[in-house]
């Protein structure tokens, strides 16, 4: 704003005397002063204004860097997930091929019995039978 220091004040002062006379300067001081006070009220509501777009255009451009990080971490995300899926469904397939395909949702659950007789006749023919099978043990 304006810089007015108390010279020039008086000097002001002295010349709006001379100029209105000492009847008329008190109204005009009044005048001048309301005056004053409207300028100086405009000034603040337009600097309270543009202080205010400044910080809402902060927060958005915040809220923006902030999205761009977090699209940015995400398809980080989906890239490691993509590089863990890989190699799982290749290791997935790989026993599928050996076992064959899992079974259905609605296919009975084999016991544990079903495929001992093939166990028993890969196991070496030089074993006693007592060996290829031990009773569990009572530990009471």
Known sequence: MIEISLGK???????????LGPEKLPGAARTAGALLRRVRSGWDDVRAEVERELEIEQ??????EAAALAEATQNEMKDSLQQMREPLEKVAAEVAAV????PAPGDPVPSGDEGADEVQAELPLDLPPETTR???HDHA
């Open 134 to 136: 031990k009773p569990p």
């Open 59 to 64: 927060i958005r451009r915040s809220a923006r």
């Open 99 to 102: 076992t064959g395909p899992p």
């Open 9 to 19: 004040l008086v000097l002001l002062a002295l010349i709006a005397l001379i100029v």
